[in-house]
């Protein structure tokens, strides 16, 4: 791609999501734009989420990495930001749930789960994420809004759309997670009506509650019907039990794979979390997980490289979403709560079409800036985020 052909694309983008931005409806999260939006032109986006936290040492590293593909490979092919950190300011956490939103929205924010629970992280974003700027923007259906989660973090299966009145749930992603499918399978069952009334009766409790979980009650019904046929294919692949489907973060790959087949995502994002397992104790969860993650990239970019709608068209973001400790006092220093200087240090690397090649970018550079850089990339603007686009991230 030329430079001005990246040139046209954004300014014609960026044109028309500004219209479109600027037509207030009036009626909060549940109105309809007034304007039918134009077809998303733009590039695909990728943003992978390198994530359980991370330290710098392991993964970007050259002598130390366990992600060899990601630092000599991936990282020559575009823009690697190792001065990335996450703020220090009062109310920043740097923990997965929190950081996956800062990605999201391009903004710091102090959140407690919705309904005041402890030890849930339910949080609502107050300010619009990507894909609810993209799908307001531009004519994207649901189900090529994508955010593929992790079996373990089911709080974080409702990061799709914040609380502002002009966005909300009409622009929300849809998700793909085995708690989706699991819903998914129930609801199959039940429709069947097969089985005594005393099964039909426990699987209707076990999915009343896992619909629990989401106080928003987005997908009570089920999700979109190409959501719905995915799960179907799933099921006929792998079946009912579980037992036969990749788990951990080889799930995640698998079901993004299948999501750039099955539903050609513009924007999906994909929340690795094994490294997290860390905190069971063994160091050795956390660097091997590192490595898994390191593969699951391979075959994402290759699938990628193997498509012809995608080849050439798709920009990958790779982002932790927090850091780590290195205290040597501890008996497995890789710890994230302690608001250590290690855990708010993290980096990022963008490439792909109209990303300039084999840049080191020295000099100190924020986390919410991902969520602007993101929005330049696809035409789409992102007002409410905070952090000013990667300047180097552009030709």
């Not at 004519?139 to 502002?164: K, Q, S, Y």
């Not at 209707?204 to 106080?215: P, R, T, Y």
């Not at 692949?237 to 539903?263: C, H, I, M, W």
């Not at 956390?286 to 699938?303: F, G, H, K, N, P």
């Amino acid at each position: 791609m030329t430079r001005d052909m990246t040139r046209r694309r954004f300014g014609g983008g960026l044109l028309a999501g500004s219209a479109l931005l600027g037509v207030g409806t009036g009626m909060g999260a549940m109105a309809r734009p007034a304007l039918a939006a134009p077809p998303y032109r733009g590039p695909k986006v990728i943003i992978v989420r390198f994530g359980g936290g991370v330290r710098r040492r392991e993964t970007i590293d050259p002598e130390a990495t366990y992600s060899p593909f990601l630092r000599h490979e991936l990282a020559r092919r575009g823009v690697l930001f190792p001065q990335m950190t996450i703020s220090s300011q009062e109310g920043v956490v740097t923990s997965h749930g929190q950081g996956t939103l800062y990605i999201l929205t391009g903004r710091y924010e102090a959140y407690q789960d919705i309904a005041g629970e402890l030890f849930r992280e339910r949080y609502e974003a107050s300010v619009p994420t990507l894909f609810e700027y993209l799908r307001r923007a531009f004519e994207v259906p649901a189900h090529r809004a994508l955010l593929i989660n992790g079996e373990d973090r089911p709080d974080e299966e409702f990061f799709t759309f914040g609380n502002h009145h002009h966005f909300g749930v009409q622009y929300r992603a849809e998700v793909l997670s085995l708690y989706r499918f699991k819903t998914y399978l129930l609801r199959q069952k039940l429709a069947a009506g097969r089985g005594s009334e005393k099964e039909l009766a426990e699987l209707a409790a076990e999915l009343k509650k896992l619909e629990s979980f989401d106080l928003r009650r987005v997908d009570a019904a089920g999700q979109v019907p190409e959501i719905e046929a995915f799960w179907a294919r799933w099921r006929d692949f792998y079946g009912d039990s579980g037992f036969v489907n990749p788990r951990g973060d080889r799930l995640l790959t698998e079901l993004a794979v299948r999501a750039l087949k099955q539903l050609r995502p513009a924007l999906m994002m994909i929340n690795y979390q094994d490294p997290d397992y860390v905190h069971w104790g063994n160091a050795s969860h956390y660097t091997r997980a590192i490595s898994v993650i390191d593969q699951e990239l391979q075959r994402l970019v290759a699938t990628v490289e193997g498509d012809e709608a995608y080849r050439d068209d798709t920009v990958f973001v790779v982002v932790p979403d927090c850091g780590r400790d290195d205290n040597p006092l501890l008996a497995v220093p890789y710890q994230h709560h302690f608001n250590s200087r290690s855990a708010h240090e993290i980096w990022a690397l963008i490439f792909g079409p109209g990303v300039p090649r084999g840049q080191i970018v020295d000099r100190p550079v924020d986390q919410i800036s991902l969520a602007a850089t993101v929005g330049r990339l696809m035409g789409v603007p992102t007002p409410h985020s905070e952090g000013p686009p990667l300047a180097e991230a552009f030709l």
